[in-house]
């Protein structure tokens, strides 16, 4: 019979390639598809998604027994998780400064810049640093960690409506790249990424965290504004083409079904298979979606998502 | 695709002969299209008409239906790439292949497993599909008993997987009632199978991973032989090709209408897994892009879990987001002096509020108000967010009862019902929690005093 005939779609745009990494550090390239994820008759993916691992600043206090065995000691100390998190393979660290957090130990640029130089030094890997989640809290410290990093092209976040001003003078200044976190929603996040460019951001400083929700808790929401975002990019839109980060660790194992050990319903099954797994579905679905960046938290998640990325490529 | 009235209209007679009961062949064809009143109305249509007619109206991907009366199964029909244009329709079927070269006690203790499981998730209880028996001994007899213990202990649908067409026709001559999903179709054996399918009028597997050129042209000759009731399995059974083939699968099938491929797809995600994990990895991109019965190579509780919700959130329809049923719920274990806060039935809001308390480690009740689905912020410029509203879920719940306090936790962005919400419920405290749901467990520990 006569070949088939792919049914390639005309896109115009592509998502845009987003480097992080400088001045002696390991670089890494994300972003720069053509296509959707993984339609290879119609397009390329020149770069493949990169696998973050989140370390935090403090040990954690509310982590999984599973998380905590896998991890050992190292909790207690940010520059050897960060050596831990290299040898598990990841790609990237996604550092969260959570001691700063006022209901944490409220500590300030201080500590920040110890903290960073501690990872700094302990890894040549790439490097994403987010502060608290808390608007003020987060300049404080961010803009501590910038000098610290400066030349090294790191990530920055996130950055909030509230507090994009801050972060992305201080991006441009030190030559990192901006986590614009936007709500799960698609308006929300090209308009974030729109006020970002007026303050003279380049676009291709900016990565997108459209906000993840975790397996049985928003996945379909995060999923489809995240769909709608690459399909956005790819018809031509600038301002909704950059790379996309999913925290699809902290999300997955903040959920009942990944911390509940007592009183389990039966039909859970496993504890600690179903945790992981847990994991592993949630990343797995927004790589479908259109994840650049993975952010897990589960050495075990690492090695199966990387499995299935070495696999896809 | 459906037609549109004009599209029909051009089929009918055009002879505005009222035998329809409608005053013009142009009125009827739009009620046709509407699904008001059925083609065979009209008494005037001639044979060939009828059947332009059926061929245009066919969906793009077919719906096939297998299973019997304990448990149905439909898959297919799909109408769109993403999601958010429309919805997924059908949710695949989860199954689990089960080998007869396995002794019949440990087939039956996995029949029963699978059978017997059952998990709740937002008031939805869900369940798996069945079972794929496979001829692995290549011994009929020793088939036909896995099949017939299958079928005995489990009301749930069957696949039978067999190369052979005679061992075939015994299996679902056995199984008929179950209506099986006949396993499959191959360049090899095809008009065989075809025989048995059409027989027993069940759905036919092809399958063909040598490429979708090859895959098509076995499509091709079992329609011709008669089957209408096609499940495709382009054999992606690693990561490697399984995005790319099923997108172009579904692209031809809505795009070019293209018949040979309109069908749903099945997978069998844990042929080429090492582990577990990578099985529930590769399972879970099927569920979310393309495939529509997918079969498992093992079972547990803790792998079924996560995929049944992946699969419930998936075919999840947009437009109609899940609302939680309205009452009083538990997160954690609250004691009667645990807080008390009330929020939306939209499912999100729930998922994130409760997340968030859970995260806080402080047990809590959480009253959950009927908004018809809106989120706190829409649900009040609504007016489906009130004092009114708040205060007879409280009353309706018997919220009283369960607390040993009596103050109630706002969501910050409605802080403006506080006044209002007191007098209608007298005798209560009520107490501004946070603007967002991430800061619960700060005010919790800080701030919340009954
Ligand atoms: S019966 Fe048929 S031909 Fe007569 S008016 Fe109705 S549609 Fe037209």
Same mark, same amino acid.
């Given at each position: 019979?006569?070949?088939?005939?792919?049914?390639?779609?005309?896109?115009?745009?592509?998502?845009?390639?987003?480097?992080?990494?400088?001045?002696?550090?390991?670089?890494?390239?994300?972003?720069?598809?053509?296509?959707?994820?993984?339609?290879?008759?119609?397009?390329?993916?020149?770069?493949?998604?990169?696998?973050?691992?989140?370390?935090?600043?403090?040990?954690?206090?509310?982590?999984?027994?599973?998380?905590?065995?896998?991890?050992?000691?190292?909790?207690?100390?940010?520059?050897?998780?960060?050596?831990?998190?290299?040898?598990?393979?990841?790609?990237?660290?996604?550092?969260?400064?959570?001691?700063?957090?006022?209901?944490?130990?409220?500590?300030?640029?201080?500590?920040?810049?110890? +903290?960073?130089?501690?990872?700094? $030094?302990?890894?040549? *890997?790439? =490097?994403?640093?987010?502060?608290? @989640?808390?608007? /003020?809290?987060?300049?404080?410290?961010?803009?501590?960690?910038?000098?610290?990093?400066?030349?090294?092209?790191?990530?920055?976040?996130?950055?909030?409506?509230?507090?994009?001003?801050?972060?992305?003078?201080?991006?441009?200044?030190?030559?990192?790249?901006?986590?614009?976190?936007?709500?799960?929603?698609?308006?929300?996040?090209?308009?974030?990424?729109?006020?970002?460019?007026?303050?003279?951001?380049?676009?291709?400083?900016?990565?997108?965290?459209?906000?993840?929700?975790?397996?049985?808790?928003?996945?379909?929401?995060?999923?489809?504004?995240?769909?709608?975002?690459?399909?956005?990019?790819?018809?031509?839109?600038?301002?909704?083409?950059?790379?996309?980060?999913?925290?699809?660790?902290?999300? +997955?194992?903040?959920?009942?079904? $990944?911390?509940?050990? *007592?009183? =389990?319903?039966?039909?859970?099954? @496993?504890?600690? /298979?179903?945790?992981?797994?847990?994991?592993?579905?949630?990343?797995?679905?927004?790589?479908?979606?259109?994840?650049?960046?993975?952010?897990?938290?589960?050495?075990?998640?690492?090695?199966?998502?990387?499995?299935?990325?070495?696999?896809?490529? | 695709?459906?037609?549109?009235?004009?599209?029909?209209?051009?089929?009918?007679?055009?002879?505005?002969?009222?035998?329809?009961?409608?005053?013009?062949?142009?009125?009827?064809?739009?009620?046709?299209?509407?699904?008001?009143?059925?083609?065979?109305?009209?008494?005037?249509?001639?044979?060939?008409?009828?059947?332009?007619?059926?061929?245009?109206?066919?969906?793009?991907?077919?719906?096939?239906?297998?299973?019997?009366?304990?448990?149905?199964?439909?898959?297919?029909?799909?109408?769109?790439?993403?999601?958010?244009?429309?919805?997924?329709?059908?949710?695949?079927?989860?199954?689990?292949?089960?080998?007869?070269?396995?002794?019949?006690?440990?087939?039956?203790?996995?029949?029963?497993?699978?059978?017997?499981?059952?998990?709740?998730?937002?008031?939805?209880?869900?369940?798996?599909?069945?079972?794929?028996?496979?001829?692995?001994?290549?011994?009929?007899?020793?088939?036909?008993?896995?099949?017939?213990?299958?079928?005995?202990?489990?009301?749930?649908?069957?696949?039978?997987?067999?190369?052979?067409?005679?061992?075939?026709?015994?299996?679902?001559?056995?199984?008929?009632?179950?209506?099986?999903?006949?396993?499959?179709?191959?360049?090899?054996?095809?008009?065989?199978?075809?025989?048995?399918?059409?027989?027993?009028?069940?759905?036919?597997?092809?399958?063909?991973?040598?490429?979708?050129?090859?895959?098509?042209?076995?499509?091709?000759?079992?329609?011709?032989?008669?089957?209408?009731?096609?499940?495709?399995?382009?054999?992606?059974?690693?990561?490697?090709?399984?995005?790319?083939?099923?997108?172009?699968?579904?692209?031809?099938?809505?795009?070019?209408?293209?018949?040979?491929?309109?069908?749903?797809?099945?997978?069998?995600?844990?042929?080429?897994?090492?582990?577990?994990?990578?099985?529930?990895?590769?399972?879970?991109?099927?569920?979310?892009?393309?495939?529509?019965?997918?079969?498992?190579?093992?079972?547990?509780?803790?792998?079924?879990?996560?995929?049944?919700?992946?699969?419930?959130?998936?075919?999840?329809?947009?437009?109609?987001?899940?609302?939680?049923?309205?009452?009083?719920?538990?997160?954690?274990?609250?004691?009667?002096?645990?807080?008390?806060?009330?929020?939306?039935?939209?499912?999100?809001?729930?998922?994130?509020?409760?997340?968030?308390?859970?995260?806080?480690?402080?047990?809590?009740?959480?009253?959950?108000?009927?908004?018809?689905?809106?989120?706190?912020?829409?649900?009040?410029?609504?007016?489906?967010?009130?004092?009114?509203?708040?205060?007879?879920?409280?009353?309706?719940?018997?919220?009283?009862?369960?607390?040993?306090?009596?103050?109630?936790?706002?969501?910050?962005?409605?802080?403006?019902?506080?006044?209002?919400?007191?007098?209608?419920?007298?005798?209560?405290?009520?107490?501004?929690?946070?603007?967002?749901?991430?800061?619960?467990?700060?005010?919790?520990?800080?701030?919340?005093?009954?």
């Amino acid at each position: 019979m006569a070949p088939l005939e792919a049914p390639v779609e005309k896109w115009t745009g592509k998502i845009r390639e987003l480097k992080l990494g400088s001045g002696g550090r390991k670089t890494i390239t994300v972003g720069g598809g053509t296509t959707l994820p993984f339609v290879k008759f119609e397009g390329a993916q020149p770069h493949r998604p990169a696998i973050a691992i989140e370390v935090q600043d403090k040990e954690p206090t509310d982590w999984s027994e599973f998380l905590v065995s896998a991890w050992g000691d190292a909790l207690k100390n940010p520059g050897a998780w960060a050596k831990k998190a290299a040898e598990f393979g990841a790609d990237l660290l996604y550092i969260r400064l959570a001691s700063a957090h006022p209901e944490a130990s409220n500590t300030g640029a201080a500590q920040a810049k110890k +903290s960073a130089s501690e990872v700094l $030094s302990a890894v040549d *890997l790439p =490097v994403i640093f987010v502060g608290p @989640d808390v608007a /003020e809290k987060d300049n404080e410290v961010l803009v501590a960690v910038s000098d610290v990093a400066k030349g090294q092209r790191v990530g920055l976040g996130n950055c909030v409506e509230k507090n994009y001003k801050t972060i992305a003078a201080t991006c441009m200044a030190d030559g990192h790249v901006a986590i614009a976190k936007t709500p799960i929603e698609i308006n929300l996040a090209k308009q974030l990424n729109i006020l970002l460019s007026d303050v003279g951001l380049s676009p291709d400083s900016i990565l997108m965290d459209p906000t993840t929700g975790a397996l049985g808790y928003g996945l379909e929401y995060t999923y489809s504004v995240m769909e709608r975002l690459r399909l956005a990019a790819l018809m031509g839109d600038g301002m909704t083409s950059m790379p996309m980060i999913c925290t699809a660790g902290e999300e +997955s194992w903040r959920q009942k079904e $990944s911390k509940a050990t *007592l009183d =389990v319903p039966q039909a859970w099954g @496993d504890n600690q /298979e179903r945790s992981l797994i847990w994991e592993n579905v949630t990343a797995i679905s927004l790589l479908a979606a259109g994840a650049d960046i993975l952010v897990l938290r589960h050495p075990k998640t690492v090695v199966t998502v990387k499995a299935a990325l070495d696999k896809s490529f | 695709m459906a037609l549109t009235g004009i599209e029909i209209y051009k089929y009918l007679p055009k002879t505005n002969c009222k035998k329809c009961n409608f005053p013009t062949c142009l009125a009827f064809a739009m009620k046709v299209a509407a699904r008001v009143v059925d083609i065979t109305a009209c008494p005037d249509l001639s044979a060939q008409s009828k059947a332009a007619l059926e061929s245009a109206g066919r969906p793009p991907i077919r719906l096939v239906k297998f299973g019997g009366d304990t448990h149905k199964v439909e898959v297919g029909n799909e109408t769109v790439m993403f999601r958010h244009e429309k919805t997924f329709y059908h949710p695949p079927a989860i199954m689990v292949r089960i080998k007869d070269t396995a002794s019949k006690e440990d087939i039956a203790k996995l029949v029963d497993e699978v059978g017997g499981y059952q998990v709740e998730r937002v008031g939805m209880k869900l369940t798996m599909d069945g079972f794929a028996v496979e001829n692995a001994s290549k011994d009929q007899a020793r088939f036909l008993e896995a099949v017939e213990t299958v079928l005995a202990k489990s009301g749930l649908a069957v696949a039978l997987m067999s190369d052979n067409p005679a061992t075939m026709d015994a299996a679902v001559a056995k199984a008929a009632a179950r209506k099986p999903v006949v396993y499959a179709a191959t360049k090899e054996n095809w008009s065989g199978m075809a025989d048995i399918a059409k027989k027993h009028s069940c759905p036919l597997v092809v399958r063909d991973s040598s490429g979708l050129e090859n895959l098509v042209a076995l499509s091709e000759k079992v329609a011709q032989a008669g089957i209408e009731d096609i499940i495709l399995d382009p054999g992606v059974d690693s990561f490697k090709s399984s995005i790319d083939s099923l997108t172009e699968i579904r692209r031809l099938a809505l795009k070019k209408n293209f018949r040979p491929l309109g069908f749903p797809v099945m997978t069998f995600p844990g042929v080429q897994a090492k582990t577990t994990e990578e099985e529930a990895a590769l399972a879970a991109e099927q569920i979310s892009k393309y495939s529509s019965v997918v079969v498992l190579e093992h079972f547990s509780p803790a792998l079924a879990y996560p995929l049944l919700t992946l699969r419930l959130n998936i075919y999840t329809d947009p437009q109609k987001p899940i609302q939680m049923a309205a009452g009083i719920y538990e997160v954690g274990a609250p004691k009667p002096d645990s807080p008390l806060c009330i929020t939306t039935n939209f499912s999100l809001t729930y998922f994130s509020v409760a997340g968030e308390i859970e995260a806080s480690g402080v047990p809590s009740w959480l009253l959950i108000c009927d908004t018809e689905g809106l989120s706190v912020l829409t649900a009040w410029a609504a007016g489906k967010f009130d004092a009114e509203r708040i205060a007879k879920a409280v009353k309706q719940f018997n919220v009283a009862d369960k607390i040993s306090h009596k103050s109630i936790v706002l969501p910050g962005k409605v802080a403006v019902l506080r006044g209002e919400l007191e007098e209608e419920l007298s005798g209560w405290k009520v107490l501004v929690g946070p603007m967002e749901a991430m800061d619960v467990g700060g005010y919790f520990k800080k701030t919340w005093k009954p």
